[in-house]
């Protein structure tokens, strides 16, 4: 290689080494993705939550892995609060059903999510629509709970463009817990919401909180926000063991795809990166056949044609024309029954005449002139040229009409 490509490799690896070392200490990119996985640590994770929820109920939180009708159904003495917080808890009918009967028996229900289920809504006489920024570009909403015995500030948060709250309500039933108000043009003005209710449901209670990012880690470790959660935290009921719904997650609580360790660690990303990129180069350069090149072999001419004229003219010029009539017709009684399917042991039958006419495409007399012919030359000892002629050509014509021709 010219000493001016050497120069051309050495930039362009150059380069690619620079890269490599800006991707490398580039910040890592936040995860926003709405997981609310116990253990998670992203922004919308609630690893926060969970840590909080074992500080300041010892020994009462379990975190449950199963479908809650399965929960329900097969385990025994289940006393206390069930816990989801999700983007969406969108139960099954029978799950929802079973969750009603346990609500029912004096237990409580508390769901964090930002849509729930029309069949539960109309259980609990409820409904729901999405509330959007009028007057700003900006997402921009205020949280703030109605409990004067709760110390609580309105808390701010910015990265919703829309939130839902209830627009209907049984006011005999409900129980307003918590309202979120929305800038309704340039000014100072806010129209106010209802997004935290607690309804009581036969012997138990049910809570409902349609801002499910309340319990994430973002929002409880940014500013004074904790003591919002907290205040949402403390109409858990204070009886039984809490449990912490871990199936109803956006994300899942474990990666079976080894590729995830690889992707997710930025050490081991990079060395991915580097050996795809060594095995490319080593393709590019490296990867040539060395072995020497492979002769051309001529392959073998085809001399049957050849060999069966001369065995042709042997024969012809050796008057051996009855031997040549003899193969000729042996030859084309297998077509017949090979090509046309047509038994030959009887050539005088006429059943056997009129099937060979109607497979051949030929007319019947042509047919009967043809089997005739070869009855007799079968027969003659001498054979003269013009009849070995003869028989050959009404033999080309029958096979033109099997073939359409």
């Not at 709970?145 to 209830?166: G, H, M």
């Not at 129209?191 to 973002?218: D, M, R, W």
């Not at 072995?291 to 042709?312: D, H, S």
């Not at 003659?380 to 073939?403: G, M, P, S």
């Amino acid at each position: 290689m010219s000493k001016k490509g050497w120069i051309y490799i050495t930039i362009g690896v150059l380069t690619l080494a620079a890269i490599f070392v800006m991707e490398y200490n580039k910040p890592k990119k936040i995860n926003w993705f709405p997981s609310y996985v116990s253990h998670h640590k992203i922004p919308y994770g609630t690893y926060v939550l969970n840590d909080l929820m074992e500080k300041y109920f010892p020994n009462k939180i379990q975190q449950i892995q199963k479908p809650p009708f399965e929960f329900l159904t097969r385990t025994d003495s289940i006393k206390g609060t069930y816990f989801f917080v999700n983007e969406s808890v969108a139960f099954e009918e029978a799950e929802l059903n079973a969750l009603l009967d346990w609500v029912n028996q004096g237990n409580m229900l508390f769901v964090a999510s930002r849509s729930f289920e029309k069949k539960l809504l109309d259980t609990l006489h409820l409904e729901q629509q999405n509330v959007y920024n009028d007057g700003t570009l900006e997402p921009l909403f205020y949280y703030e709970l109605v409990n004067p015995k709760i110390k609580n500030q309105r808390v701010e948060f910015t990265k919703d463009y829309y939130t839902t709250s209830f627009d209907r309500l049984d006011t005999l039933r409900t129980t307003v817990l918590g309202q979120v108000y929305s800038p309704s043009d340039s000014t100072d003005t806010t129209t106010k919401h209802i997004n935290s209710i607690k309804q009581p449901f036969g012997k138990g209670e049910i809570v409902l909180t349609s801002f499910p990012k309340a319990f994430t880690n973002y929002f409880i470790l940014k500013d004074n926000n904790v003591e919002y959660t907290a205040g949402l935290l403390s109409y858990l009921g204070r009886n039984g063991q809490i449990y912490m719904d871990n199936f109803h997650k956006s994300g899942k609580s474990f990666y079976t795809s080894p590729m995830y360790l690889f992707l997710n660690t930025k050490e081991f990303k990079w060395a991915y990166y580097l050996v795809l990129i060594g095995g490319l180069i080593y393709i590019i350069f490296e990867g040539k056949r060395k072995q020497r090149a492979i002769p051309v072999v001529t392959p073998l001419k085809n001399q049957t044609l050849a060999f069966t004229r001369t065995i042709a003219d042997m024969y012809f010029e050796k008057g051996e024309l009855p031997l040549i009539t003899k193969h000729k017709i042996d030859y084309f009684l297998e077509y017949i029954r090979s090509k046309l399917y047509v038994s030959t042991q009887n050539l005088e039958d006429e059943t056997f005449l009129r099937n060979l006419s109607l497979r051949s495409n030929t007319d019947l007399k042509e047919v009967k002139a043809l089997i005739s012919m070869i009855s007799k030359l079968k027969t003659k000892q001498y054979v003269t040229e013009t009849e070995l002629k003869n028989l050959n050509q009404k033999i080309q014509a029958f096979k033109a009409n099997v073939d359409g021709k």
